[in-house]
């Protein structure tokens, strides 16, 4: 810190290269534990609790403002016309948001990449919950981005697919092979549960700690049923951040579902079985570059209308599903066990972890 000159979020640096002007966007910075959420701006109590000073940090604008334009150096070096304008942006699940049209209360995103991510909009600044839910400054003015988010979602999948499968099989299994295979299992997987904690977990619990397992397997389990409960498993743990939406008295009328997770059917039908609503699959494919692109749109005034008819605009339903009562169910009582079973476990993940 003694050599810090200025502290910034990578997108914040490639704008810095691009601009020459550097700046924080409020949405971004206030993923950095750095700023006031009610005053918005940096906080004067947590710089001085880490070291640093208001000097190390750059000036604050809107995701939406035009930032700068492009430098005649960053034209020659990126093939970009000098002059043209950009647009601050924000953080990846933020600009999420609005490629998949959650920008308003009640339209919840359900996404399932790498990790996994279920953000809604709210319109005041919900109460604090002992760090189980993030909340973060909106894209707009008197917004903010409320998210449950999990390490390992699709990564998950992708682990016991690269690790166990592939790794042992000179066939290859794509990911509509994996479904498929999935799908011939019950709903339940034969009361195999999976906890996919496998690289520890930020929400509800905010465990380093926590690992991954298989709980309940047994002889009668074939690779149906394992591939199957790593989908439930995820998708449990992504209920455990609807439910905390619900006790926040965040308002939920629609799950858009998005990421790779939203490609699969059998998947699909797991989230509307498991969180008892119905979800929908937007004709948006890539959530987050969508949303970036639609932000640039709007900061540039390319779009006429308010950001919310802009993104109903663009945004549309291509699929629904809808939750099956039987399945629903079967699910609400393996939750259960689900959340049982990290509790039971933690003491032995803290001391597997530091031991």
């Known amino acids: 810190f003694a050599k810090l000159s200025k502290l910034v979020l990578p997108k914040d640096y490639l704008r810095y290269r691009l601009t020459g002007d550097l700046l924080a966007e409020k949405a971004g910075a206030s993923a950095?534990?750095?700023?006031?959420?009610?005053?918005?701006?940096?906080?004067?109590?947590?710089?001085?609790?880490?070291?640093?000073?208001?000097?190390?940090?750059?000036?604050?604008?809107?995701?939406?403002?035009?930032?700068?334009?492009?430098?005649?150096?960053?034209?020659?070096?990126?093939?970009?016309s000098p002059g043209t304008p950009v647009v601050a942006g924000a953080g990846d699940q933020q600009v999420g948001a609005l490629g998949v049209g959650a920008i308003k209360p009640g339209v919840v995103a359900s996404t399932i990449g790498t990790g996994g991510q279920l953000f809604t909009t709210a319109r005041s600044l919900p109460k604090p919950n002992e760090g189980r839910i993030h909340v973060f400054r909106g894209l707009f003015p008197n917004s903010w981005h409320v998210m449950g988010a999990m390490q390992t979602a699709g990564l998950a999948l992708r682990w016991?697919?690269?690790?166990?499968?592939?790794?042992?099989?000179?066939?290859?299994?794509?990911?509509?092979?994996?479904?498929?295979?999935a799908a011939s299992a019950p709903a339940g997987s034969r009361n195999l549960l999976f906890l996919p904690y496998l690289a520890g977990e930020r929400s509800p619990h905010m465990d380093p700690n926590a690992r991954g397992c298989f709980v309940g397997l047994n002889l009668g389990h074939e690779l149906s049923h394992m591939l199957r409960s790593i989908m439930e498993g995820v998708t449990f743990g992504m209920k455990d951040s609807l439910d905390l939406f619900q006790e926040m008295k965040i308002p939920v009328e629609e799950i858009r579902c998005a990421g790779?997770?939203?490609?699969?059917?059998?998947?699909?039908?797991?989230?509307?079985?498991?969180?008892?609503?119905?979800?929908?699959?937007?004709?948006?494919?890539?959530?987050?570059?969508?949303?970036?692109?639609?932000?640039?749109?709007?900061?540039?005034?390319?779009?006429?209308?308010?950001?919310?008819?802009?993104?109903?605009?663009?945004?549309?339903?291509?699929?629904?599903?809808?939750?099956?009562?039987?399945?629903?169910?079967?699910?609400?009582?393996?939750?259960?066990?689900?959340?049982?079973?990290?509790?039971?476990?933690?003491?032995?993940?803290?001391?597997?972890?530091?031991?």
């Open 32 to 80: 950095t534990l750095l700023f006031d959420l009610e005053g918005e701006d940096w906080s004067a109590e947590l710089l001085e609790a880490v070291g640093l000073s208001r000097d190390n940090l750059p000036s604050l604008t809107e995701p939406l403002s035009v930032s700068g334009e492009i430098t005649t150096e960053a034209a020659e070096s990126t093939g970009l």
């Open 160 to 181: 016991f697919k690269e690790s166990v499968l592939d790794a042992y099989s000179e066939a290859e299994l794509s990911y509509e092979e994996i479904s498929e295979i």
């Open 260 to 355: 790779g997770g939203a490609n699969s059917p059998i998947w699909r039908g797991i989230q509307a079985d498991i969180y008892g609503r119905k979800v929908v699959k937007t004709n948006v494919e890539e959530n987050a570059a969508f949303g970036a692109a639609t932000l640039a749109g709007l900061g540039t005034n390319f779009f006429d209308g308010s950001p919310e008819e802009i993104a109903d605009s663009l945004v549309k339903s291509k699929e629904e599903t809808k939750p099956d009562k039987s399945n629903r169910e079967r699910y609400e009582g393996l939750h259960s066990r689900f959340q049982s079973a990290y509790w039971s476990l933690k003491p032995e993940f803290d001391e597997l972890a530091n031991s």
